[in-house]
């Protein structure tokens, strides 16, 4: 089976070349283990069935015995032996050898069962599902960094080879490794929907070991997928769980499911930018509802891709989720993370892209054509903001934005007279 290159490739040699161990953090099925594999020169699968008791029950004794192994060492799904984590730490400390070990887990590290955050000795590398790239669906004729690092970077005339139906279809699909491997288009599609069952029926409560309602669970990710890629408050979302009459939902009950399904990496909301250019009560800060791949909110609603085809404005939410994916991905050797821009004059940006230098992208995401004045306007109007702040409070500047984009479902890539990139989708890479 050949194996799929993944932007977190480098970064995870180069974390093991500096640290003692990385954690590979992400939803489950994102290829966390195959990328690990490729640098692991032995692997301990601690969901073996034919030895998984028997590793439970070393990890408690004596969990140094695990840790025998060539170097580097993969801890696949670490987490069902939380002890684990100090004996790798302990190893660490005593090998003063980088490059030690690789852990992988689909859910967050719980604090309570470990004593030592791991500080300088384990390093985190956090994964999503694969971008249009990644899949070999994007032609990567645009490079996201070098339109960061090059100011006479030439996009015009870059070109996508997808079609928005073809774009309905990936998301529809997911960037899941193994959807890619399935036999058909309708096996491939499968995957997504088994994905949110397992979560729903099991995961939801074998994180923890808390038992938690699937069918309340499925309920509050269906509001979640209702509302996706919106500010919509958490009143309205309980409001939408509760309508039907056929669940009780107090608002605790609410916060810890919803809590668990950010341990799982299921849900990835995303904060508000708040620039001092309006007054606070301007700028909107409520998080924006987003899932960590497009296909789950397509899943929970039930929507094949003949469907969102003829409900193009509910696909263009789902496309911003795509863009959240994919943007992501291409800037994780960069330590980015992602925010929004919305006040009270709806003027936005729909995704803010920081870099770790202070670098950073105001982004559109707009399907269609007809849409890119307005994508454009908006972001040429927050940088004036930007600019007329500037103008007035010399003292504490706010750097203005290094790059203006538009990310569209279209087909040719270019550069405005004004500035502002339009750029597709299917034609970007890192």
Not at 267 to 295: H, L, M, Y
Not at 338 to 359: F, N
Not at 375 to 381: C, F, P, Q
Request: with cysteine; glycine share 6%; proline share 4%.
């Amino acid at each position: 089976m050949s194996y799929y290159k993944r932007t977190a490739d480098a970064l995870l040699q180069d974390l093991l070349d500096a640290f003692g161990a990385v954690l590979i953090e992400g939803p489950k099925w994102c290829g966390k283990t195959t990328t690990a594999s490729q640098l692991a020169n032995s692997i301990l699968r601690m969901q073996d069935p034919s030895m998984r008791e028997e590793y439970l029950a070393t990890a408690k004794t004596k969990p140094s015995i695990l840790l025998k192994g060539n170097t580097p060492r993969l801890i696949d799904e670490w987490q069902d032996a939380p002890m684990l984590w100090d004996a790798i730490r302990t190893t660490v400390d005593d090998r003063q050898i980088p490059g030690q070990f690789i852990l992988t887990g689909s859910n967050a590290v719980d604090k309570s069962q470990i004593h030592h955050s791991g500080a300088g000795r384990i390093a985190r590398l956090r994964m999503l599902p694969m971008s249009l790239w990644e899949s070999q669906e994007s032609t990567g004729e645009v490079s996201l960094k070098e339109l960061f690092n090059n100011p006479d970077y030439d996009i015009d005339g870059k070109m996508s080879k997808m079609t928005v139906e073809d774009l309905i279809f990936a998301a529809s699909r997911g960037g899941w490794p193994a959807s890619l491997l399935a036999r058909t288009p309708k096996a491939q599609l499968l995957v997504a929907k088994n994905y949110v069952q397992t979560i729903c029926s099991d995961d939801i409560s074998g994180i923890d070991g808390r038992k938690r309602d699937a069918k309340l669970t499925s309920m509050i990710l269906r509001a979640y997928a209702r509302n996706v890629s919106t500010l919509v408050k958490k009143k309205s979302l309980l409001d939408d769980v509760t309508s039907s009459g056929e669940v009780s939902c107090h608002v605790d009950t609410f916060d810890d499911y919803v809590a668990a399904l950010e341990k799982l990496f299921v849900i990835q909301n995303i904060s508000a930018w708040c620039p001092a250019i309006r007054s606070k009560t301007a700028i909107r800060s409520s998080v924006k509802r987003c899932f960590c791949d497009p296909s789950i909110p397509i899943a929970l609603l039930g929507l094949s891709p003949e469907a969102l085809s003829m409900q193009l404005r509910t696909f263009g939410f789902i496309f911003e989720q795509m863009c959240i994916r994919d943007l992501k991905a291409y800037t994780i050797d960069l330590n980015s993370h992602v925010s929004y821009y919305h006040d009270r004059y709806d003027l936005e940006a729909d995704i803010v892209l920081h870099l770790e230098d202070g670098r950073f992208a105001l982004i559109e995401c707009k399907l269609g054509s007809s849409e890119i004045d307005e994508g454009a306007k908006h972001l040429l109007e927050l940088k004036r903001l930007i600019q007329e702040h500037n103008k007035t409070e010399k003292q504490v500047p706010l750097r203005e934005p290094d790059l203006l984009i538009v990310m569209t479902g279209g087909s040719m890539a270019y550069t405005r007279p004004d500035g502002v990139k339009v750029i597709p989708l299917a034609c970007l890479k890192d």
